[in-house]
């Protein structure tokens, strides 16, 4: 029976291994897929990785992919709008193996996954109930990583209850790592879509067609239809709500037909009803009918939700309702109107208000029953942010206090309804109150008071919180200069100091990138920011050309800034639809602006210089021994020396060769101080000290919650040393799975904390030593030949102590006066018989064991002279190992001591200590603790 038990154990085994070797194989097809921009094929490669797994999860291993493979599986249904109804069970299943493997941050993420697949299966209740658990459990953890990674889904969990102003900080930042991503893994694709609809919900129009424009490109050279798809029919009903009929109508139709094409359900529905809102618009009410029907038909077909567009369709439903028209099958509007106001959208909320007010109006319903629901109706879109519901409100208020007879309060009324339709008054102001705008002190709708614009500014610019990451200050900062100047796009331009004012560079953008500006279209953009740093003057350009092209630029806004008396840079900003949007600010206003950003920005210039030479001042000491001069008066040392001294300028990979104890740290130690990098850190990782599991945490640090007992977030040695040098101790131990990490990192100077996805950049030189035979290691199959060749650029053989004898005598003496001073013992002197003894050793340990062995004697000797005992004596005066009548601890503890002399200390490795005593590395270091040996 136990002979069948073992082979059943032994089937499962094979089974469970064979299954992770196809989902692995299926995995990196995955990653091609979306290398050659197919994600389609990726999504259908990461099934059968899910299909494979399911039923082994035999291991942490294959459980920790199944867990991970979920989560790039979710956000691949999401980006084409596909396989939703698949992915509940899916991710269900992977919430119970994250449990079991304690991995807390890819639960808190399902967590959030599971909200938004509920959100989008009009589940409201439970999406709110699993958001919450998850935002809960991302604040708990509480690390940049994963508030990054969370960030979608926590700017959804706030879009959803109607509040925008609190959705647009974590969709900023969601869409930011959409950018950041790396085209070969799916991330969160809908982060951008969101953020556009969230910019329109603010009323910042323009705005919100620069981010779906920019965001619509970079979909696109991802090769992600998908969004791509969304972004545009996003953007034909923001161009609708500005009455730009015929680029609304080119950009839906476009983006329909091509999710016809893909069965992209959340685009086709979307582009429908932006084609039905667009009729409306243009009063073509039959054609807005069906349109919206068709949307909502399909909509309720595949279980998909409408609700993040719902509040076009009410106002559309309404107005045709109102007109006569036959109600849209499956869309009872004032059920729909009772629906809303059970959920926890304050914004849907506000608008339902208002139209039942309208609607109760129009059956003249007493005005104090209609009073209560316009003011609710203000009081939820004042919290929802959004300035243009607000302002519809706000006229059928005005209507209101007209009927009352309170035509002052009607007056207020429209005014703030005027400025709330942010520069669309035109568009959006009913014209039977227009008369209500003109004020007897001069009020004008035409025009805001300039003073009050630069005040706003100045106010922008002072409550922007500074920070140690300039370029994302900066960022920061032209997105607010975007918003405040109406722009759709916008750039802080940098001029290089040698350079003059003729080479731009793009510091930070918004909308804009530096793909966008080094192509042919800007190119006349760039020649007026030149122009602009050159004359030292503010420039608004009106292109009367463009209007041929719908993508070219028709105004132009430049605002040079001066930093240390010199032009450093120039804020530039541009829009592609509107040809006087900047005309409200005269040259004279540009001077004030330019001057207090030249203000703020060279504080942050300042503050950034500070923070970066105290953190690197506090980082060299990470790890870092006492500087120690390298002493040699070998031929071979000082060739090396020279050598090290001649390459230590350049960025070059060295790497170090050597036994243990030669002195590898000090050459390393030397390339460092003789570099450029001399002022940043200098971090040391040794991995034969650290547990095999965690060298990867060691050197690529990990995210809170990412596996048992990660209970805070631990940057890595390589992130740590960015700027500087890292010295990989014993190159040769580190683990083979975490070598192809390793690789990727040097190639790239990018790296992923375990447990976390977001790619941080780290501008590290590398300094490995080891005392293997790498060439050997490759050859039996346990060091990556690639990792090999890309750190044996510059190699270094120093040589062992017993190969230069000459040196043994003039590092004695060295480090005899070194302990003699160190611990009060000036007397003592090196005698020629010491000497002789010395030079006779062959010092296994180099040149280690020679100073740990002076400094043992300068501790133990009593008189004046020395009593140098090495090994070989004081194993024969001690007259055995057994002579004292050890205990077996004490027995195992001088074994090991004594095999570790013999090895010079190493400990893993052929040769090492632990395959001496037939013994794990990991095992040996654990015994080593438990015996007071480390």
Known sequence: MDTENTGMKNKRATAAHEATEAAQVERNLAW????????????????????????????????????????????LCLGLGQGFDQLSAILEKARAVSEDLGDRRSRALIHLHLGRLHYFGNRIPEAMGTFSTGKAEVDDLGDEDIRIEAAEFIGMYYFIQGRFSEARPHLDEAARSFEAGEPERPINLSAPLWLTVCTVYLGQLHDAIGTAYYYHRRALARSDHGVADLLQALLGVVLSHINRGEEAHTNLSSALEKSTQTKNVLAGTFSKAGIGYQCYREGRLDEARNWIAQALEESHASGVIFEYGSDLVLETAFELGRKGFECIPSFDLQSELKRIMRQPNIHLRGVALRLSAIAAAATEENDAAIEPLLESSEKYLKQSGDPVQLAKTRVELARLRLRQGDEDKARLLAQKAWKGFSGYGEVFFPDDLRYLLVLKRGFSPERDSRPELLEMFVNMIHDLKPGPDLNRILTRTVASTTRFFGAERGGIFWFPRRGGTNNPVLRAGHN????????????????????SGRENRPLVIEDEDSAQSSTHVKAVLCAPFEIGGRVQGVLYHDNSHVRECFEAFEISDLVRIARS????????????????????????????????????ENPEMLRILAQVDHIAGSDGTVLIMGETGVGKELFANRLHENSSRRESPFVIVDPTTIPETLVESELFGHEKGAFTGADRQKPGRLELANGGTLFIDEVGEIPKSVQAKLLRALQEKTLVRVGGTRTLRSDFRLVAATNRDLAAEVAAGRFREDLYYRINV????????????????????HFLAKYASRYGRPEIKLAKKDEAKLIGYDWPGNVRELENMVERTVLLSMGEELEFRLPEEEMNLSGGLFSDFPTLDEMQRRYIEQVLEKTGGKIGGPGGAAEILGMKRTTLNDRMKKLGLR
């Open 794 to 813: 510059v190699p270094l053989a120093i040589p062992s102590l017993r190969e230069r004898k000459e040196d043994i005598s003039l590092l004695a003496r």
């Open 512 to 531: 804009l990138s530096t793909a966008d500006v080094s192509g042919s279209e800007f190119r006349w953009s760039l020649d007026l920011i030149s122009k």
């Open 32 to 75: 091609e897929a979306l290398r050659t921009g197919d994600p389609g094929l990726a999504r259908n490669h990461l099934q059968h990785v899910l299909d494979r797994l399911d039923g082994h999860l035999l291991d942490a291993k294959d459980k920790s992919l199944f867990v991970h493979t979920s989560l790039e599986f979710s956000n």
């Open 597 to 632: 950003l030249a203000i703020y920005v060279d504080h942050l210039v300042g503050l950034n210089q500070q923070v970066q030479k105290k953190t690197s001042l506090s980082l060299t000491q990470l790890g870092q021994s006492e500087s120690r001069e390298i002493v040699t």
